[in-house]
């Protein structure tokens, strides 16, 4: 059979190539400890779980769930969105459920982009900014996040041109996979630069509640809600990544847009589901305990490298470490490294998060860690980067 020109285009998504190298090793009975996706293993807090199957007897007689979700979780939407960032949000008009961010951001060009028109995207990123332009028949300008502007995108070094024909720009803060968070300045210059260049700005908040320090990351709709929406999800916030269960919020006209694409599109969340999201969004509880307990690995794993001579690269935030790799290593070398047996974890190469571009691949000379794995099992990393990888770095970047 002969796909499609589109999808014959795309390569492999790249988790799928780390898991046929997971499988090699396993294959040699070797059992690696797997910072690859990131995908928390802690169980669904027990709330959740049990609004989720008292949903499943609430709504006995099943039925299509509303497309845009039920007033229940759009409110409750409302009340954690005023609690979190003082921000007032209409349930009915400037919020609408969806099935994880991933659908929503992967589709979400649909509803703006015309044959042609640029979207603006973070280079690293998350892939559905790019592939979800690309099926809507845009072209992606890459906005390189390098680490001398604290990976924030240089929006003086976008071209004119691209500019002129940008209709949507997308920024994500806490980001994935470098772990910085954003000042509000950024934001404030974000949203002028939207302005003055008549782009949407789209921020995908993915990770606002996967932070560590005291400071905790900002909406860009505590800055204003006109010209642009974000992307909520509550996979990461409380591992919710199996129930598929997000929202999308912010300028009306823009949520109006995406419930029409939404309609023709997809089905809506399911209800049973929402009831979950409800009671996960009733508790800040289980949020500060996963964030004291990703903490805990961050340190394990950061303080591992730096003993083993690499630069201490600590995130902020998000489940993320974004590695600084040695001197005379690719990043596919050097993640092939720590899949030696005696070390045996799993990364994933900065350049397979990047992509390249004129002024080369900026994830290259990274590998990214999602914090997964239990604290035991990082604490076994840790060992194994200790003895194992000390002292392969001569010139190691710090
Ligand atoms: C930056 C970013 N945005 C959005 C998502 C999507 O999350 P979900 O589809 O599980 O809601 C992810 C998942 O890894 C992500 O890393």
Redesign the pocket.
């Known amino acids: 059979m002969k796909t499609s020109k589109r999808l014959s285009s795309l390569t492999g998504y790249a988790f799928a190539e780390i898991d046929n190298k997971v499988k090699d090793l396993r294959s040699e009975g070797i059992s690696p400890i797997d910072f690859g ?3 928390p293993t802690e169980p669904t807090p027990e709330i959740v779980r049990k609004a989720l199957s008292d949903g499943a007897n609430r709504h006995a007689s099943g039925g299509y769930p509303n497309y845009t979700g039920s007033d229940e979780y759009r409110t409750a939407i409302a009340h954690w969105t005023k609690k979190r960032f003082d921000l007032d949000l209409n349930p009915a008009t400037e919020i609408c459920a ?8 992967f589709n979400f060009p649909e509803a703006i982009i015309d044959p042609d028109d640029f979207v603006i995207v973070p280079n690293p ?2 892939p ?1 900014y790019a592939r979800g332009t690309l099926f809507a028949e845009g072209r992606v300008h890459y906005a390189n996040l390098l680490p001398e502007n604290n990976f924030l995108p240089d929006l003086g070094s976008i071209p004119a041109d691209v500019c002129k024909k940008a209709k949507l720009m997308w920024i ?1 803060y806490p ?2 996979p470098t772990g910085v968070t954003a000042p509000a300045s950024f934001f404030e210059e974000i949203i002028a630069f939207g302005k003055e260049n008549d782009i949407l700005i789209a921020s ?1 908040e ?2 606002s509640e996967n932070y560590y320090g005291k400071n905790r990351p900002r909406s860009i709709l505590e800055f204003t809600k006109t010209g642009v929406v974000a ?1 909520n ?4 916030r409380s591992c ?2 199996g129930y ?3 929202w999308v919020s912010g300028d009306r006209e823009v949520v109006a847009a995406f419930k029409k694409l939404k309609t023709n599109i997809d089905s809506g969340t399911p209800t049973f589901i929402q009831d979950a999201a409800v009671a996960a969004l009733s508790d800040e509880v289980h949020v500060l305990e996963l964030r004291n307990l990703y903490r805990k690995k961050r340190d394990i794993m950061v303080d591992a490298f730096g003993k083993a001579g690499l630069a201490r690269c600590c995130p902020d935030a ?1 489940l993320y470490i974004w590695q600084k790799i040695p001197n005379g290593f690719t990043s596919v070398d050097f993640a092939g490294k720590l899949l030696d047996p005696q070390i045996a974890i799993v990364t994933t190469p900065g350049s397979w998060i990047g992509e390249n571009t004129p002024e080369g691949n900026p994830g290259e000379g990274f590998i990214r860690l999602a914090l997964v794995p239990s604290v035991e099992e990082c604490e076994l990393a840790a060992k194994r980067i200790e003895k194992f990888l000390s002292g392969t770095c001569t010139t190691c970047q710090k």
């Open positions: 996706v990131g995908d969806s099935v994880g961010s991933k659908e929503a951001v990123g998350y559905p994500n980001n994935n995908d993915a990770y992307f999800s509550l996979s990461k919710m990544t598929r269960v997000g998000t």
